[in-house]
């Protein structure tokens, strides 16, 4: 049998709780292999006593701030800013076959097709790619942007557009 408690603080695989009417535990965080992640005070543990006696383990945290997202057969891994807990960074395993990384400055999607979506500008699975008119390096549009053939094979006239 286990019971739950609020994390006060966590360090490495060492978790400090608050059992309510137990009082201040300390526990042995168990995950995955090659889960590397440490929950934020005020999380919630899932934690059993083993059979040392006084020594607890971990088995699970849950996050009380960020409601649960994924779909039946979808993964959600995310960071969180340690301030006010909220998401940082994820990596989304959508049950369509494709995956969505994100943080706050963009995004990228590999679609179930194999194309690539980064901020907007798609890539297909071929490798052609496609730039929205929207967007503008240096105030340039790429989408059709040409340029003046002035000397050179290929004078006069204007190049072909670079996408």
């Known amino acids: 049998m286990g019971f ?6 966590a360090i490495q695989r060492e978790v400090k709780l608050d059992a309510g009417g137990d009082g201040i535990l300390t526990a ?6 090659g889960d590397d992640s440490r929950p ?6 899932h934690a059993v006593q083993i059979r040392r006696t006084g ?28 301030g006010d807990g909220s998401i940082a960074a994820e990596v989304w395993l959508k049950n369509d076959n494709s995956i969505i990384l994100k ?19 798609i890539i297909s699975s071929a490798g052609a790619v496609t730039v929205p008119s929207s967007i ?4 340039k549009e790429l989408a059709g942007h040409t340029h ?4 050179g094979s290929s004078a006069p006239g204007p190049t072909g557009p670079n996408l």
């Open 4 to 9: 739950i408690a609020k994390v006060l603080s």
């Open 28 to 33: 042995q965080q168990f995950a995955t292999a």
């Open 40 to 45: 934020l005070a005020n999380d919630y543990a």
């Open 55 to 82: 020594r607890f383990s971990v088995l699970g945290f849950y996050d009380p701030k960020n409601a649960p997202r994924a779909a039946a057969g979808e993964r959600i891994i995310y960071s969180r800013k340690a």
């Open 103 to 121: 943080n706050g400055g963009g995004s990228i999607t590999l679609t179930a097709s194999g194309a690539v979506n980064i901020n907007g500008v």
């Open 136 to 139: 503008k390096v240096a105030g």
């Open 148 to 151: 003046a053939i002035n000397s």
